[in-house]
């Protein structure tokens, strides 16, 4: 220590390095709990108080280091049991000196450091975040990787995801939906439309789209307002009222409370929903708008779109788009065009008000614009028109009812005048125009009522109105002729006349003063004419009028004059007629008289206002009993059947007809009572008593003998209780006392108890459970079997409600339902099938179940049909069926146009393979022998081929037999067929076999042109006799040449009649086919690249004489030489026999050469053919 200059006597100055004994001190120089001496033996720093084993404490830590940074001090982690030496374990209670570890315990991407310290940057104080929660953080804090795989929120995306997203962690509304990677438990419901977040995910919709979202998954309530299919109903309101709120057209009009963006047209007229809903002013809370539901609710100047309603609205026979198109009003009966009528007209207005209706008008062809178009007879409604189409001053509507002739002038009522007269007319021919005779208040239809003043015509009628022998005609124009001069005398006055001008018989038989007597008759008896009562009673000829007839005699009220003209006694004071009775002129005895013995005065019965001349009329309140006469007790005054003496024993009212005592009816009741209906049942009481029923009770009645109106009361009872009021049967033509017949819609008051215990239709449900179950009481076949709480009838037993061969009562043993056509067991049919069960498909297949039993199907196998009897729509079951196991859906081969009965039709893009069943794929749809499975599916590893395609083979999997159609088919179209061909594997060996092989012997000419004696078989052709047919033969003509050396395919398209076959010697025979060819021709082009093609030099025909052949290049320089040249062994092949600077053996460089041929020919001589060779 000395040396080292450290301090021998403080055992903690020293250099670790130097320590060379045993340390026996057991001082701790750094304060971390480990003395110095373990820590040298534990080979840790005994001046560092952060190297030690914390395994080694053995004294108190005093150092207030914080080893691992987590802001709690080693000796307090010690203290406490975490690891001072790992930043992650602490407690944090514990913490009390800054952190700066920038560990991320919790892995939330904030440091612990951050957590702990907290915006004041003091660890202790507790504004920091919890650092082991890693949902307890500021995620502005994040500056480390976030390594934890929580979901704070919930929302299904870690928070890690969130931060790197930039969404927030902590809101559950905030991510990103691609990012969700863990289940979501948010229930939150972030756009508001109903559907959690987490449903919304589930379902594959947008959650932060509120009008994305599945409807049956709403679970939360709708906080969104958005409007998504724009019918101005929110969504949350929609579905409120259970609306769909993806459909514009499915809304309640009451719900829109935002405005109407759709631009559909629900209801066709035109006029768009938004249009109909916002109305004029725009806002659709408002009441101005019209029906968007209602094709006759519209404004047709709002009219935007193209009508598709075709309804008539105004019912004028012109449909409302016509009506739009013309330009006239759809919703006013009377704008229309005539021409555009092509509708029935429902309307029943009279747009001329002439009284024919505008759709007979339309019927009879007149004119229903012109009032005075019309025929008379076709009135049928009120003429409103005002028009007098004849001018007779009287409208042709007062005329129709008056029942004159409204087109002929001199028809008309004269009181029904109330027009001006336009007719120049006088119908009655006395002088005046009915015109001027309407105006002066005369009749113009009476020759004899006119003023003379008003004559401006000439008289033509020959009448003689005064009856003084004079014609009207002579009176009127005097002597000088002219009826407008005041000479004549008065035609209207019997007494004003010239003797002299009598023309006529005297018709007159006045009477001036009025006593009987004629004025003639009185100035021949000398009695006084004004006097009424001075005449002579024998010389009455004439009505007595004038004062005689004023006088009363016998003071009963009465005129002589009017007793003697009512045939009563002028002297008799009870003897007269009331009617012309004037009270004020009776006498005293006669008003204390009691002319009809009824008990009460003449004088009270004036005042009651009943007649004292009847003693049926009367007022009980003024009658006297006791001053009745006999007579007046045996009558019956209200005629039913009961004396009056009787009634009043009874107390009821003698003369109320339906006031009395049956058991008191001792006479015959009166015929007008009889013809009463005292009970209002609308059977008079005479029919009642004939049926034996009670004329005093309302419902006690035959039916079918009612024959007068009913009383209100009674039309509005409803007597059998079978909830039809009495009027409403009537109308319907049922029975009001039969409780089991009447028209259920008509039902409009409550049933009773008795009426729901019964079983109209006798289908062994009760009235009231029907009515409870919503079906028909009267119908038998209509009724929940389930419901059945009475014994069916034995008609209802017998019945098959269903039609489908099983009675009621079969199908009620057998627990079938008797109502579902196709509920049934086959075995208990007993009746024919007919009805519901023919209509139905009971297994769905298209066909029904009639059309079934005729093809002789079974209707209820849903593949056992008639593809040509399908008529009605397939269902959903069949249409997932696959009847053929094709693997294509019996819907998809509909949609496809196959056959789904026929496994072999189908298209492939519709097939499902993994569907399709095991006899399918052991089939051969297109017969080459190969099972479809095996085409798709190559057990050879191969490329897959077309079942359906008997081309589309691979024939090394063919494991069955062909069929006769591939055998006889030629997929190669060569005229070989695939029999034929099938056998010969693959003549050439090129890897295409024969079947596919267009070129089967390689020889470079086709098949089908290997047949030379046109007989379309290439089979029979075998030019060199060797047994070999030529299209199999490589050396057709068995010269020793091949055909592909012999110029067969010079031009490269198999076919040797293009015109450029070789034949040298000109014999017509080409080369290939020809076994003496002895003419040599040189093919210059060489092309060695191996394809079969020019891949030497072709001489042909050289083989047949003794030859040199040599080829020099453009240098002249030698690079091949052979004697006896043969195209095969002996050939020239482009490459070098090293005579120039090409190595012997390597291929020549394209370029152009030059040959020479010498050759000895048939005759000896030498021939030599030189020129030039391009090699490529």
Same mark, same amino acid.
């Given at each position: 220590?000395?040396?080292?200059?450290?301090?021998?006597?403080?055992?903690?100055?020293?250099?670790?390095?130097?320590?060379?004994?045993?340390?026996?001190?057991?001082?701790?120089?750094?304060?971390?709990?480990?003395?110095?001496?373990?820590?040298?033996?534990?080979?840790?720093?005994?001046?560092?108080?952060?190297?030690?084993?914390?395994?080694?404490?053995?004294?108190?830590?005093?150092?207030?280091?914080?080893?691992?940074?987590?802001?709690?001090?080693?000796?307090?982690?010690?203290?406490?049991?975490?690891?001072?030496?790992?930043?992650?374990?602490?407690?944090?209670?514990?913490?009390?000196?800054?952190?700066?570890?920038?560990?991320?315990?919790?892995?939330?991407?904030?440091?612990?450091?951050?957590?702990?310290?907290?915006?004041?940057?003091?660890?202790?104080?507790?504004?920091?975040?919890?650092?082991?929660?890693?949902?307890?953080?500021?995620?502005?804090?994040?500056?480390?990787?976030?390594?934890?795989?929580?979901?704070?929120?919930?929302?299904?995306?870690?928070?890690?995801?969130?931060?790197?997203?930039?969404?927030?962690?902590?809101?559950?509304?905030?991510?990103?939906?691609?990012?969700?990677?863990?289940?979501?438990?948010?229930?939150?419901?972030?756009?508001?439309?109903?559907?959690?977040?987490?449903?919304?995910?589930?379902?594959?919709?947008?959650?932060?789209?509120?009008?994305?979202?599945?409807?049956?998954?709403?679970?939360?309530?709708?906080?969104?307002?958005?409007?998504?299919?724009?019918?101005?109903?929110?969504?949350?309101?929609?579905?409120?009222?259970?609306?769909?709120?993806?459909?514009?057209?499915?809304?309640?009009?009451?719900?829109?409370?935002?405005?109407?963006?759709?631009?559909?047209?629900?209801?066709?007229?035109?006029?768009?929903?938004?249009?109909?809903?916002?109305?004029?002013?725009?806002?659709?809370?408002?009441?101005?708008?019209?029906?968007?539901?209602?094709?006759?609710?519209?404004?047709?100047?709002?009219?935007?779109?193209?009508?598709?309603?075709?309804?008539?609205?105004?019912? !004028?026979?012109?449909?409302?788009?016509? /009506?739009?198109?013309?330009?006239?009003?759809?919703?006013?009966?009377?704008?229309?065009?005539?021409?555009?009528?092509?509708?029935?007209?429902?309307?029943?207005?009279?747009?001329?008000?002439?009284?024919?209706?505008?759709?007979?008008?339309?019927?009879?062809?007149?004119?229903?614009?012109?009032?005075?178009?019309?025929?008379?007879?076709?009135?049928?409604?009120?003429?409103?028109?005002?028009?007098?189409?004849?001018?007779?001053?009287?409208?042709?509507?007062? /005329?129709?009812?008056?029942?004159?002739?409204?087109?002929?002038?001199?028809?008309?009522?004269?009181?029904?005048?109330?027009?001006?007269?336009?007719?120049?007319?006088?119908?009655?021919?006395?002088?005046?125009?009915?015109?001027?005779?309407?105006?002066?208040?005369?009749?113009?239809?009476?020759?004899?009522?006119?003023?003379?003043?008003?004559?401006?015509?000439?008289?033509?009628?020959?009448?003689?109105?005064?009856?003084?022998?004079?014609?009207?005609?002579? %009176?009127?124009?005097?002597?000088?002729? @002219?009826?407008?001069?005041?000479?004549?005398?008065?035609?209207?006055?019997?007494?004003?006349?010239?003797?002299?001008?009598?023309?006529?018989?005297?018709?007159?038989?006045?009477?001036?003063?009025?006593?009987?007597?004629?004025?003639?008759?009185?100035?021949?008896?000398?009695?006084?004419?004004?006097?009424?009562?001075?005449?002579?009673?024998?010389?009455?000829?004439?009505?007595?009028?004038?004062?005689?007839?004023?006088?009363?005699?016998?003071?009963?009220?009465?005129?002589?004059?009017?007793?003697?003209?009512?045939?009563?006694?002028?002297?008799?004071?009870?003897?007269?007629?009331?009617?012309?009775?004037?009270?004020? !002129?009776?006498?005293?005895?006669?008003?204390?008289?009691?002319?009809?013995?009824?008990?009460?005065?003449?004088?009270?019965?004036?005042?009651?206002?009943?007649?004292?001349?009847?003693?049926?009329?009367?007022?009980?309140?003024?009658?006297?009993?006791?001053?009745?006469?006999?007579?007046?007790?045996?009558?019956?005054?209200?005629?039913?059947?009961?004396?009056?003496?009787?009634?009043?024993?009874?107390?009821?009212?003698?003369?109320?007809?339906?006031?009395?005592?049956?058991?008191?009816?001792?006479?015959?009741?009166?015929?007008?009572?009889?013809?009463?209906?005292?009970?209002?049942?609308?059977?008079?009481?005479?029919?009642?008593?004939?049926?034996?029923?009670?004329?005093?009770?309302?419902?006690?009645?035959?039916?079918?003998?009612?024959?007068?109106?009913?009383?209100?009361?009674?039309?509005?009872?409803?007597?059998?209780?079978?909830?039809?009021?009495?009027?409403?049967?009537?109308?319907?033509?049922?029975?009001?006392?039969?409780?089991?017949?009447?028209?259920?819609?008509?039902?409009?008051?409550?049933?009773?108890?008795?009426?729901?215990?019964?079983?109209?239709?006798?289908?062994?449900?009760?009235?009231?459970?029907?009515?409870?179950?919503?079906?028909?009481?009267?119908?038998?076949?209509?009724?929940?079997?389930?419901?059945?709480?009475?014994?069916?009838?034995?008609?209802?037993?017998?019945?098959?409600?269903?039609?489908?061969?099983?009675?009621?009562?079969?199908?009620?043993?057998?627990?079938?339902?008797?109502?579902?056509?196709?509920?049934?067991?086959?075995?208990?049919?007993?009746?024919?099938?007919?009805?519901?069960? *023919?209509?139905?498909?009971?297994?769905?297949?298209?066909?029904?179940?009639?059309? %079934?039993?005729?093809?002789?199907?079974?209707?209820?196998?849903?593949?056992?049909?008639?593809?040509?009897?399908?008529?009605?729509?397939?269902?959903?079951?069949?249409?997932?069926?696959?009847?053929?196991?094709?693997?294509?859906?019996?819907?998809?081969?509909?949609?496809?146009?196959?056959?789904?009965?026929?496994?072999?039709?189908?298209?492939?893009?519709?097939?499902?393979?993994?569907?399709?069943?095991?006899?399918?794929?052991?089939?051969?749809?297109?017969?080459?022998?190969?099972?479809?499975? @095996?085409?798709?599916?190559?057990?050879?590893?191969?490329?897959?081929?077309?079942?359906?395609?008997?081309?589309?083979?691979?024939?090394?999997?063919?494991?069955?037999?062909?069929?006769?159609?591939?055998?006889?088919?030629?997929?190669?179209?060569?005229?070989?067929?695939?029999?034929?061909?099938?056998?010969?594997?693959?003549?050439?060996?090129?890897?295409?076999?024969?079947?596919?092989?267009?070129?089967?012997?390689?020889?470079?000419?086709?098949?089908?042109?290997?047949?030379?004696?046109?007989?379309?078989?290439?089979?029979?052709?075998?030019?060199?006799?060797?047994?070999?047919?030529?299209?199999?033969?490589?050396?057709?003509?068995?010269?020793?040449?091949?055909?592909?050396?012999?110029?067969? *395919?010079?031009?490269?398209?198999?076919?040797?009649?293009?015109?450029?076959?070789?034949?040298?010697?000109?014999?017509?025979?080409?080369?290939?086919? @020809?076994?003496?060819?002895?003419?040599?021709?040189?093919?210059?082009?060489?092309?060695?690249?191996?394809?079969?093609?020019?891949?030497?030099?072709?001489?042909?025909? +050289?083989? &047949?004489?003794?030859?040199?052949?040599?080829?020099?290049?453009?240098?002249?320089?030698?690079?091949?030489?052979?004697? &006896?040249?043969? &195209?095969?062994?002996?050939?020239?092949?482009?490459?070098?026999?090293?005579?120039?600077? +090409?190595?012997?053996?390597?291929?020549?460089?394209?370029?152009?050469?030059?040959?020479?041929? /010498?050759?000895?020919?048939?005759?000896?001589?030498?021939?030599?053919?030189?020129?030039?060779?391009?090699?490529?």
């Amino acid at each position: 220590e000395i040396a080292a200059g450290t301090d021998p006597n403080d055992p903690c100055s020293y250099n670790v390095a130097d320590v060379t004994v045993v340390v026996t001190s057991t001082v701790d120089c750094d304060g971390d709990g480990v003395t110095d001496a373990d820590e040298i033996a534990a080979g840790t720093d005994p001046n560092d108080a952060c190297d030690y084993d914390p395994a080694s404490v053995t004294v108190t830590v005093t150092s207030t280091v914080d080893c691992d940074g987590d802001g709690v001090t080693d000796a307090d982690e010690i203290a406490a049991g975490t690891d001072p030496n790992d930043p992650c374990d602490y407690n944090v209670v514990d913490i009390t000196v800054p952190v700066t570890s920038i560990v991320d315990c919790d892995g939330d991407g904030v440091t612990d450091a951050d957590e702990i310290n907290g915006p004041d940057g003091n660890p202790t104080t507790a504004d920091g975040t919890d650092p082991n929660d890693p949902c307890d953080y500021d995620p502005s804090s994040v500056t480390v990787t976030v390594t934890s795989n929580v979901d704070c929120d919930g929302d299904g995306v870690t928070d890690a995801d969130e931060i790197a997203d930039g969404t927030d962690p902590n809101d559950a509304c905030s991510y990103t939906v691609g990012s969700v990677s863990v289940p979501v438990t948010s229930t939150v419901d972030c756009d508001g439309d109903g559907v959690t977040d987490a449903d919304e995910i589930a379902d594959g919709t947008d959650p932060n789209d509120a009008c994305s979202y599945t409807v049956g998954s709403v679970s939360v309530p709708v906080t969104s307002t958005v409007d998504c299919d724009g019918d101005g109903v929110t969504d949350a309101d929609e579905i409120a009222a259970g609306t769909d709120p993806n459909d514009p057209c499915d809304y309640n009009v009451i719900d829109i409370t935002v405005p109407v963006t759709s631009t559909v047209d629900c209801d066709g007229d035109g006029v768009t929903d938004a249009d109909e809903i916002n109305g004029p002013d725009g806002d659709p809370a408002t009441a101005d708008g019209t029906d968007p539901n209602d094709p006759c609710s519209y404004d047709p100047g709002s009219v935007t779109l193209a009508v598709t309603s075709t309804v008539d609205c105004d019912g !004028d026979g012109v449909t409302d788009a016509d /009506e739009i198109a013309d330009g006239t009003d759809p919703n006013d009966p009377c704008s229309y065009n005539v021409g555009s009528v092509s509708v029935s007209v429902t309307s029943i207005v009279d747009c001329d008000g002439d009284g024919v209706t505008d759709a007979d008008e339309i019927a009879a062809g007149t004119d229903p614009n012109d009032p005075c178009d019309y025929n008379v007879a076709d009135v049928t409604v009120q003429v409103t028109s005002t028009v007098d189409c004849d001018g007779d001053g009287v409208t042709d509507a007062d /005329e129709i009812a008056d029942g004159t002739d409204p087109n002929d002038a001199c028809s008309y009522t004269v009181g029904s005048i109330s027009v001006a007269v336009t007719s120049t007319v006088d119908c009655d021919g006395d002088g005046v125009t009915d015109a001027d005779e309407i105006a002066a208040g005369t009749d113009p239809n009476d020759s004899c009522d006119y003023n003379v003043g008003d004559i401006t015509a000439p008289v033509t009628s020959v009448v003689d109105c005064d009856g003084d022998g004079v014609t009207d005609a002579d %009176e009127i124009n005097g002597p000088d002729g @002219d009826p407008t001069t005041p000479d004549g005398t008065n035609p209207n006055d019997p007494c004003s006349y010239d003797v002299g001008s009598i023309s006529v018989s005297v018709t007159s038989t006045v009477d001036c003063d009025g006593d009987g007597v004629t004025d003639a008759d009185e100035i021949t008896d000398g009695t006084d004419p004004q006097d009424p009562c001075d005449f002579n009673a024998a010389s009455v000829t004439v009505a007595q009028t004038g004062d005689y007839l004023a006088a009363d005699c016998d003071g009963d009220g009465i005129s002589n004059g009017d007793e003697l003209a009512q045939g009563t006694d002028p002297n008799d004071p009870c003897d007269y007629d009331a009617s012309a009775q004037n009270i004020n !002129d009776v006498s005293t005895l006669w008003l204390g008289g009691d002319c009809d013995g009824d008990g009460v005065p003449n004088g009270t019965e004036i005042g009651d206002g009943t007649d004292p001349q009847d003693p049926c009329d009367f007022d009980v309140n003024s009658q006297v009993i006791a001053n009745v006469t006999s007579a007046w007790n045996s009558l019956d005054c209200d005629g039913d059947g009961v004396t009056n003496g009787d009634e009043v024993i009874d107390m009821t009212d003698p003369q109320d007809p339906c006031d009395y005592v049956l058991a008191s009816q001792t006479l015959t009741p009166s015929l007008a009572w009889e013809a009463l209906d005292c009970d209002g049942d609308g059977v008079s009481n005479g029919v009642e008593i004939i049926d034996g029923t009670d004329t005093q009770d309302p419902c006690d009645l035959m039916y079918t003998s009612q024959d007068t109106i009913p009383t209100t009361v009674w039309t509005n009872s409803d007597c059998d209780g079978d909830g039809v009021t009495n009027g409403d049967e009537v109308i319907d033509g049922t029975n009001p006392i039969d409780p089991c017949d009447f028209m259920l819609e008509n039902v409009t008051v409550p049933q009773t108890m008795a009426w729901e215990a019964l079983d109209c239709d006798g289908d062994g449900v009760s009235n009231g459970i029907e009515v409870v179950d919503g079906t028909d009481p009267l119908d038998q076949c209509d009724l929940n079997v389930s419901s059945q709480d009475l014994t069916p009838s034995a008609d209802w037993q017998l019945l098959d409600c269903d039609g489908d061969g099983v009675t009621n009562a079969d199908e009620v043993a057998d627990g079938t339902n008797p109502t579902d056509p196709c509920d049934f067991i086959v075995a208990s049919q007993t009746t024919t099938v007919g009805g519901d069960f *023919n209509d139905a498909d009971c297994d769905g297949d298209g066909v029904t179940n009639g059309d %079934e039993i005729i093809d002789g199907t079974d209707p209820n196998d849903p593949c056992d049909f008639m593809t040509a009897s399908q008529t009605v729509d397939t269902s959903d079951e069949y249409g997932q069926l696959d009847c053929d196991g094709d693997g294509v859906s019996n819907r998809q081969e509909e949609i496809d146009g196959t056959d789904p009965q026929d496994p072999c039709s189908y298209e492939a893009i519709s097939q499902d393979l993994v569907a399709a069943t095991g006899e399918w794929d052991n089939l051969d749809c297109d017969g080459d022998g190969v099972s479809n499975i @095996d085409e798709l599916l190559p057990p050879n590893g191969g490329t897959p081929t077309d079942p359906q395609d008997p081309c589309n083979v691979d024939l090394d999997n063919q494991s069955m037999t062909p069929d006769q159609a591939w055998l006889d088919a030629d997929c190669d179209m060569d005229n070989v067929s695939n029999g034929d061909e099938l056998g010969q594997g693959d003549t050439d060996g090129d890897g295409i076999p024969d079947v596919f092989d267009i070129d089967d012997d390689g020889d470079g000419v086709a098949t089908i042109y290997e047949d030379y004696d046109g007989d379309n078989d290439p089979t029979n052709q075998d030019s060199d006799g060797d047994g070999i047919p030529d299209y199999l033969d490589v050396d057709d003509d068995g010269d020793g040449i091949d055909t592909i050396d012999e110029g067969a *395919n010079p031009d490269g398209d198999l076919d040797p009649n293009s015109g450029d076959i070789s034949d040298i010697d000109n014999d017509g025979i080409p080369d290939y086919l @020809d076994q003496d060819a002895r003419r040599v021709v040189v093919w210059n082009a060489l092309t060695p690249d191996g394809d079969n093609q020019n891949d030497f030099f072709l001489i042909q025909g +050289i083989e &047949n004489f003794d030859n040199t052949v040599s080829i020099f290049n453009r240098w002249g320089i030698e690079v091949f030489k052979t004697d &006896n040249y043969n &195209n095969t062994t002996r050939r020239f092949e482009g490459v070098s026999e090293g005579r120039s600077t +090409i190595g012997q053996g390597d291929k020549l460089p394209t370029g152009t050469y030059y040959y020479v041929v /010498e050759y000895i020919d048939d005759f000896g001589g030498v021939q030599q053919i030189a020129g030039y060779l391009y090699i490529r």
